[in-house]
């Protein structure tokens, strides 16, 4: 059950989507000496090299700093350690970029790109927008207050996620192998280096030439498909906890570069994207608590096996689907853990830039709302599906809203260590 990103999707329509102009070489120049060309029908693939980002390849400091990577203070599980890694590496990107800024140093000159290819990626670009728009209404509407390259390069994001989340949750998911994943990571490293397939990756390859985003998450997400195709259990919270990260909290790393911090921010780097991750994995964990009996059905048990068994439960209570005392009491054990994640996260969202906020802020109590409902329905996830009704949805944009605009905390558990 990956959910790649938090809102309904049928994308089934994106994959005949094909950039239709493939028999036209295109190439972009971009600040960095970066160029972006789409592959020709006849296979050339002559691309002119862009200059490679900062080495990441050192070892990743070790300090926890600010960043508070388990939110129920217990010692960090090994799937914690490895993610945390990848956060360290993501933050400092973003912070070589911002020292780069401040002292005004480029490798190259800026070049123009042709009317053609500025056309080309426009196209792409307000394709991605159009499939958001048709399938993420809330997120849509509230990524409209973004800057237009910052909302630009969100819908290539969002898009790229639910192409991924397709090809295991999809119409076609019983025809995917390994290798046809192994095939679709190869055109993320292709996009990532200038050369997209189709329209689509066009939006993407452009989008991570413009903003330090780390090509990690987007593999890690792959990976997390990998594991629905192998895996129906999870031993414990720390199998659990690394799915999340793959399927959910990727996403929070890759949009946090294009969405930005507020310039009045005390925060660390690693703090906001530590944030972000926080509520990747609680989306995901309220999307496995709400889904639970609809898994079920399909073999698929996403909850953490020795805490079942704590609760005196087993495969057999899943899938016989009775709502007892027991179910209901394992039931807030997971509520309240999925409930402090959405807190930890909640620290994070005033310190994007003020103009980024709304569409984090919607995801996120919209989420805990469905939480909210599952106590509603008695904790019976079995044969009800917990979920947020138009009306209570359209209540909460404003009180979204009003967060979005609220100034920074800078006293917070994110602020810079004195």
Not at 43 to 71: F, H, T, Y
Not at 89 to 94: D, F, G, L, N, S
Request: aromatic share 10%; with cysteine.
């Amino acid at each position: 059950m990956p959910s790649a990103l938090v809102w309904a999707f049928n994308a089934s329509s994106i994959w005949g989507l094909e950039f239709k102009e493939n028999q036209r070489d295109f190439k972009v120049q971009r600040p960095f000496g970066a160029s972006l060309k789409c592959l020709p029908a006849n296979g050339l693939n002559q691309i002119v090299k862009c200059r490679a980002a900062p080495d990441m390849s050192e070892a990743m400091p070790m300090s926890m700093g600010g960043l508070v990577m388990n939110p129920l203070a217990k010692p960090m599980l090994p799937s914690e350690q490895k993610v945390y890694d990848v956060v360290m590496k993501q933050a400092a990107m973003v912070n070589d970029v911002k020292q780069r800024k401040r002292i005004d140093v480029l490798d190259v000159r800026p070049e123009i790109a042709s009317p053609s290819t500025i056309e080309l990626l426009n196209e792409a670009y307000e394709r991605c927008g159009e499939v958001c728009a048709e399938y993420a209404k809330t997120f849509y509407l509230g990524t409209l207050l973004m800057t237009p390259d910052r909302r630009k390069a969100i819908w290539a994001i969002y898009v790229w996620c639910r192409r991924t989340d397709e090809l295991v949750d999809g119409p076609n998911a019983s025809h995917i192998t390994p290798l046809a994943l192994d095939r679709w990571e190869q055109r993320l490293e292709d996009l990532f280096h200038g050369r997209p397939y189709d329209m689509l990756d066009a939006a993407l390859s452009d989008t991570v030439l413009k903003y330090p985003v780390d090509i990690q998450p987007f593999r890690d997400m792959i990976e997390g498909m990998r594991m629905d195709l192998t895996k129906s259990r999870y031993k414990n919270f720390n199998e659990l906890y690394l799915y999340c990260y793959y399927v959910a909290g990727t996403v929070g790393l890759m949009s946090v570069p294009v969405m930005g911090i507020a310039p009045e921010s005390k925060a660390t780097t690693e703090s906001v994207y530590n944030a972000a991750l926080a509520l990747g994995i609680a989306n995901q964990l309220t999307n496995i608590l709400r889904d639970v009996g609809e898994d079920a059905c399909r073999g698929r048990i996403y909850l953490p096996q020795d805490e079942l068994a704590q609760f005196g439960l087993s495969d057999e209570d899943i899938f016989a689907g009775k709502v007892t005392d027991r179910w209901r009491a394992f039931m807030k054990d997971q509520i309240k853990r999925a409930r402090v994640f959405f807190d930890e996260a909640e620290k994070g969202v005033t310190e994007l830039d003020k103009a980024s906020r709304w569409p984090v802020w919607a995801s996120l109590i919209l989420y805990r709302q469905i939480l909210d409902a599952i106590e509603v329905n008695d904790y019976d996830n079995f044969t009800k599906r917990a979920f947020v009704g138009k009306a209570k949805k359209f209540l909460s944009l404003p009180i979204a809203y009003t967060q979005a605009f609220m100034r920074p905390v800078v006293t917070s558990k994110l602020s810079r260590a004195s």
